[in-house]
């Protein structure tokens, strides 16, 4: 099983970024996926969430209007589109695949860093 971020990077205030999550290992299909971030000296927090179908997507509060969650199951990946970046989206980007049955189990990605700064 293996969850692979990238597209991590530097940018500055106001740019974009768009963070991918390549699976393999598992049936991609029957997971909801989501994205975590963990910014320094702060816990990791819930970003965003995809159904395993792709029909329903939820945000948090301060990513609202900003990121779009989606998500390609032929493509086995899944995307974070990322605007109106600000500073204090600074954190390590983690991919998560939560199964759709429980008890749930989740996979981990290892990570990928987003930097706003100018």
């Known amino acids: 099983v293996q969850l692979v971020e990238s597209g991590g990077g530097l940018v500055q205030p106001g740019g974009s970024l768009r963070l991918s999550c390549a699976a393999s290992?598992?049936?991609?299909?029957?997971?909801?996926m989501r994205w975590f971030r963990q910014g320094p000296g702060r816990e990791r927090e819930l970003v965003a969430t995809?159904?395993?179908?792709?029909?329903?997507?939820s945000y948090a509060d301060s990513v609202k209007g900003r990121f779009t969650i989606s998500r390609d199951t032929a493509g086995k990946t899944a995307y974070l589109q990322m605007n109106s970046l600000k500073p204090e989206d600074t954190a390590v980007y983690y991919c998560?695949?939560?199964?759709?049955?429980?008890?749930?189990?989740?996979?981990w990605g290892q990570g990928t860093q987003v930097t706003v700064s100018s």
């Open positions: 998560n695949a939560r199964s759709t049955w429980y008890p749930n189990h989740d996979y």
């Open positions: 290992g598992f049936t991609f299909s029957m997971y909801n």
């Open positions: 995809i159904s395993s179908a792709g029909g329903r997507t």
